[in-house]
């Protein structure tokens, strides 16, 4: 890949993380503000459960997110991004482009979701 397209990618990848970062800081004040609740026992108190799971399931999926971002950003220091890790194939960039944060190929990924 050349190299203006690894900083396009670069930024691509910076933006999302600061976004994630801060979304992220969002849900956690959200699952400490549902907590504040936690002695009141009434009629609510279900569906402010069900409420704190979601939101922790969220949380989940952004720190897994987050973490593959961080992961492509470190591939782009070692200079092997936009290299599938399971075949070493060059995964297309319209593939990055649609998620800079991927790590597989479609075949490679399909694969891994198939089992
Ligand atoms: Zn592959």
Do not use: W
Not at 53 to 67: A, F, G, K, Y
Not at 97 to 102: D, H, I, L, N, R
């Amino acid at each position: 890949m050349n190299p203006e397209r690894l900083t396009y990618f670069k930024g691509r990848l910076e933006t999302e993380r600061d976004e994630l970062i801060r979304a992220h800081g969002l849900h956690e004040q959200d699952l400490r503000d549902s907590h504040t609740s936690e002695d009141i026992a009434g009629p609510d108190r279900a569906s402010e459960l069900d409420e704190a799971i979601v939101e922790s399931h969220i949380v989940e999926s952004q720190e897994r997110l987050l973490e593959k971002i961080n992961h492509a950003l470190e591939r782009l220091g070692e200079g092997t991004y936009g290299i599938c890790e399971n075949c070493d194939c060059e995964i297309a960039e319209a593939r990055l482009e649609a998620k800079p944060s991927v790590s597989l190929c479609v075949d490679c990924q399909e694969l891994k979701e198939a089992g």
